[in-house]
C-alpha cells in the first residue's frame, strides 16, 4: 500500500502544480485578484504532496520493500542502512523525484516568505516554477515511475553500484541537487521579471538569496564530489575533466558570474538585461548538465546512470524551458529600460571583468566538453578532448581571475582611479612578487602555470583581506566577511592545486609481503596481506607500516574489494593525512606468486584543495546571513515607519 | 544594443540542440582503436633505461627492417606473463625494443635479471609521454613496425602463446 500511496501523493503533486500554472498565467492575463491570492496555498500544498511522496520512498528502501522494482533493482536487504537510504536517490527514478521533491520546497517556501518582489513578479515567477516542475512529473509519471511493483517478487535484490557505497554519495548528489534547484528558482525569477518587465534593485534583492544558496550547494557538492573521486576511484587525481565533471562545474561558473552581477544590479541598478541572461544560462548549464549525465551521450566515468531514451526526455524538457527563456528573452529585453551606468575602472567595472573572464572559462569548458560530440555528428570520427586542453585554455584565465578578484574588492562604486587603487593593493604585489622571486629560486622544475598560481595565491590571500584594512571590525558587515572568507578559499585552494600538480611524488611497484617502498621522506613497509569481510563485500586488505623521516609509525591497510551481489571489484586506496599533505596507497592485482601491485603517491597540500572549498562555501552562507539579516531589518523599519504613518 | 544580438543566445542554444540530437542518434560503440595504427612513429628519443642497453630513439625503429616495440614495466604483472613469448620472440630473430613505463633503472634490472631480456634497446618513459604519444594507454603493449617506422599493428594487453603465430606473419609481411 505504500507504494500505491506514494503514487497517489505524486500525482496529486503533479495535478496542484498544473493548477498552481494555470492559476498564474491565467491570473496574469486576466488580472485576477482571486486568482493571484489563490495561488499561494496551492505551491505550498504541491511542496507538502511531493515530499510526502518521496519520503514514502525512501520508506520503501529503507524496509527493503522487494516487491518494489526500484528497490529491487538498487537495493539489496544485506546493505548497510546508509546505503538503503543514500540508495533511494543513487538510481535514476529516486534521484529524478528528489530534484522534483526539492522545487516543490523551493516553491513553497517562496509562496510562504518571499514579501518584497512586486505581486505579478511573484504570480509569474511561481507559475514558471509550476511549469518546469510539471516537466519533470510528466518524466517520473509517464517514463519512470519509482513506485512501479514487481512480479515475481524476488528473494534478494540486486544491489547499489559498489563505486556508490560511500557515504559520500549521502552527501554529494543532493548537495549538487539543491545547487541545481535553487538555480532554476532564480531561472524562474527572471522569467517572471521578463514577463511582468520588472527588473530592478527589488527583484535582485528578492533573487540574490536563492542564487546564493545555490552557488553554496554547488561548491559544497564539487567539492566533496572531487575528494569523493580522488579516494574511491583510487586514480590519485582530484579533477579529471570528465564531461561528468564539467557538467557540475560549468553551472558552478555560471552561477559564480551571476553572484556577482545580480550583486551589481542589487546595488547600482546596473547589468540588467546580462544578470537575466546570466539567470537563463545558469540553469541552462544545470538542465545539459544533468543531460549530459543521463542521456550516456559522452562517455565518462559517471556511466551508471545512462540511458539515451530519457536522454531524449531531458533533452526536449530543456529546449521547451532554455529555448522558451531565450526567446523570451529576445522578445522582451529590448523593452527593459537599461540600467545605471558607471566608469571602467570602478566596482562595477571589476565585476563586469569578473563576469566576462567567467564566461570565457565557461565557455571555454563547454566547448571542450561537447567538442568530441560535435565532431563525431559531422564527421564520425570519434575524438576525445583532456586535461591539456582545458589546463592551458582554463589556467591563464583563472589566474587572471583570481588577480581581478583581489583587485576588485578594493575599488569604489561607480568611479575610481587606478593611482589609488594601486596603492591600495601594494602590499598583496609585492607579497605575490617576493613569493615569485622565492619560488623561482628554490622550486625548480615548476611549470610556469604552477609557480604563477602559487605566487598569485599568496598575494591574493593578503589582498582577500585588505577590505577591512582600517575599518571598523565590529562595524564592517557580516556579507563582507563572507567575502573575504570566500575569496580567501579561492586562494587557498589555488595553492592546493598548485602544490599538488607540482610536488607530487610518486611510486609504481609489484612488491610482496617484507619488502620496502619509499616515496619522498616516507618509508612504508608491506608487512603482511590478509582477507577481511565486511558486510557485504570480501577484500584482500594488504597491511603496512608507514613512517616519516624518523618520525612515528602509521598503520595503513589499502583494500581491493569484491561485491559478489554486483560482481565487481574496487579498490579502496589508503589515505594518510598529514599537515603538509596526503600519503595515497592504492593495492592493485596481484600475481600467483605473491607479488602485488603498489601505487603510491605523496602529494604535499593536497588537502588544501578540499579545505578551500569549503573556506568559499562558508564564505558564501556568512554573506546570506548578513544579507539576510539586513533585507529583514529594513523590513522591519519600513514596516515601523508606515505604522507611524 | 543591437536588437538582433539579442536573439543570439536562443540561436547559439538551437545549434547546441541540432548537435545533440544528432548525438543521440547516432549507436555507441565503446571499442577504442589506436589512431596512430597506419601512421608513422613519432619522432622521440628516450634516455636509456638501463646500462648495459643503449636508449632508443625513433630512428632506431626505421632500420628497413620490421621490429616490435614492447611498452612494459617492472611494476606491471602481466608483463611478468608474456616474458616468456618475448623471449621466445627474439630467440626467432626478432628485434624487439622497449620502453620502460614510469620505472626506475633498479627496478628495470632486477626485473629483467629475473624474468629474461630479450630486448635490444630500452627506453625510460618515467612520465608516459611517449607511450601516450604513440597511443598506448596501458602496460603491457606491443606494436609492430616496419622498415620505415610505420605501425603496422597494436596489440592491447600480454602477449599469449597462442598471439605468437600472429605476431610472426604480421613482422613477415612487414617485410
Partial sequence: MIAETGLIALWLAASLALLQFALGAIGLRAEREDYFAAIRPVAVAQGLFVTLSFLLLIWLFLRSDLSVRLVVMNSASVKPLLYKFAGTWGNHEGSMLLWVTVMGLAGAFIALFERSLKRETLVATLAAQAFISLGFYAFLLISSNPFERIFPIPAEGQGLNPLLQDPGLAFHPPTLYFGYVGLSVAFSFAVGAMITRDVGAAFAKAMRPWVLGAWIFLTLGITAGSYWAYYELGWGGWWFWDPVENASLMPWLAATALLH???????????????????????????????????????????????????????????????????????????????????????????????????????????????????????????????????????????????????????????????????????????????LFALALFATGMSVLALLGLALAAGVAVASFAPLWKRNLRRTPIHTYGMIIAHFGIAVALVGMASESSFTEERLVAAKPGDEISVNQWKLKFEAIEPVAGPNWTALEARMTAQYGDGALYQIQPQNRMFPTAQTQTSEAALLTRWNGQLYVVLGDGDNEGRWQVRVWWKPFVTLIWLGGILVALGGFLAMIGRLRRGYKQRKQREFVEAML | MNRWLLWLPLVLFGMFFAAV???????????????????????????????????????????????????????????????????????????????????????????????????????????????????????????????????????????????????????????
Avoid at chain 1, 292 to 314: C, K, N, W, Y
Fill in chain 1, 261 to 435: 552581477s545580480v550583486t551589481v544590479l542589487a546595488t547600482r541598478d546596473g547589468l540588467r538585461a546580462w544578470t537575466l541572461m546570466l539567470a537563463v544560462v545558469a540553469f541552462s548549464m544545470s538542465m545539459i548538465g544533468t543531460f549530459l549525465v543521463r542521456s550516456g551521450i559522452l562517455t565518462s566515468v559517471h556511466a551508471f546512470a545512462v540511458d539515451p531514451e530519457r536522454g531524449s526526455f531531458i533533452l526536449a524538457l530543456l529546449a521547451i524551458y532554455i529555448g522558451g527563456a531565450m526567446a523570451l528573452f529576445a522578445l522582451r529585453v529590448g523593452t527593459v529600460k537599461e540600467g545605471s551606468r558607471f566608469e571602467l575602472v570602478s566596482r562595477e567595472g571589476a565585476l563586469v571583468a569578473n563576469n566576462l573572464l567567467l564566461s570565457v572559462i565557461l565557455a571555454l569548458v563547454f566547448i571542450g566538453t561537447l567538442y568530441p560530440l560535435l565532431v563525431e555528428a559531422l564527421t564520425g570520427e570519434k575524438l576525445s578532448v583532456g586535461p591539456p586542453y582545458f589546463n592551458l585554455a582554463t589556467g591563464p584565465l583563472a589566474l587572471l581571475l583570481a588577480a581581478v578578484m583581489a583587485a576588485g574588492p578594493l575599488l569604489r562604486w561607480r568611479r575610481d582611479n587606478a593611482k589609488a587603487l594601486l596603492n591600495r593593493i601594494s602590499i598583496p604585489i609585492l607579497v605575490a612578487a617576493a613569493a
Fill in chain 2, 21 to 175: 540530437a544528432v548525438g543521440l542518434m547516432i549507436p555507441k560503440d565503446n571499442i577504442i582503436e589506436s589512431k596512430m595504427v597506419g601512421k608513422p612513429m613519432p619522432a622521440f628519443a628516450l634516455p636509456a633505461a638501463i646500462e648495459q642497453r643503449p636508449a632508443l630513439s625513433s630512428a632506431d625503429l626505421k632500420q628497413g627492417k620490421p621490429t616490435l616495440l614492447n611498452i612494459f614495466a617492472s611494476w606491471c604483472v602481466p608483463c611478468i606473463a608474456e616474458a616468456p613469448q618475448l623471449l621466445a620472440l627474439q630467440q626467432a630473430g626478432v628485434e624487439i625494443n622497449a620502453i620502460a613505463s614510469r620505472d626506475t633503472p633498479e627496478d628495470v634490472a632486477n626485473f629483467l635479471n629475473r624474468w629474461g631480456n630479450p630486448y635490444t634497446r630500452i627506453g625510460t618513459d618515467t612520465t608516459s609521454r611517449v607511450q601516450l604519444a604513440v597511443g598506448s594507454s596501458g602496460v603491457p603493449e606491443t606494436f609492430v613496425i616496419d622498415g620505415n617506422g610505420i605501425i603496422v599493428y597494436q596489440h592491447i594487453g600480454e602477449i599469449r602463446p597462442e598471439d605468437v603465430p600472429k605476431l610472426l606473419e604480421l613482422l613477415e609481411e612487414a617485410e
